[in-house]
Structure formats: C-alpha cells, structure tokens
C-alpha cells in the first residue's frame, strides 16, 4: 500500500478558482432633498469599481446593478443606480428597514451587498 504525501497537489485535479465573497462596506444615510422622504447610502468608489468588474450595467435602468442587500436584520432585493455627482451608486434604504434597523439620516450602516448575474430578475 502506498501512501501519498498530503504536500503535493494530487495529479489531474484542476486548479478550483477562488470565489469573491460579497462587497461589504460601511456608509452614511443620507436623505434626499426632495418629496416622498428617499434614503440613501453612497457605495464607496472601491465597491462600486467591484460591482461593475462582477456585473457590468446594462439593459433597462439606465446602468443600474440588481442586488441583493443585507443591513443588520433586514435582507431585501432592489437596484444600486448610478451617480454621475459621485461616479459611483447609490443604495435605496427603503422606510421599512430603516425601521426595523432604528436607522436615521447620519447614522453610519453596515451593508453586504450580492450582485445578482446579468439579465438575472429581481424576485
């Protein structure tokens, strides 16, 4: 019986590439000057370059990326639109998480943001 060494990469066995975990970040809520009371938080540049090197916008929304979010104890689906002031997107933050997560304008929130493939529908 032979026995292999657990140091050498056992032959024929293909190199698996690395997964990218999601982008998360931290951000301030901000409130937009305007009607209907709209939330929301500035991707940083590093992630928003991220978003678009995994998911390139395209088609309908005029450049936005389909998303799925999770902020403390809320996880909902939506689209991160771009922001020709910063260069960046920006993440609507919907009344109901801001509820459920006690968020105002200012308060700085953890997000971890999943983009959805290309052409894929946000159920």
Known sequence: MSRRSSSRPSAGLAKVPRVASPPRFTAPLWAHNGEGGWHFLTLPTEVA???RQRVPPRGPGFGSIRVTVAVGASTWETSVFPDKA???FVLPVKKDVRLINELAAGDTVQV???PHPAGAAVS
């Open 49 to 51: 370059d991220e978003m």
């Open 86 to 88: 910063t260069g960046s």
């Open 112 to 114: 971890q943001l999943r």
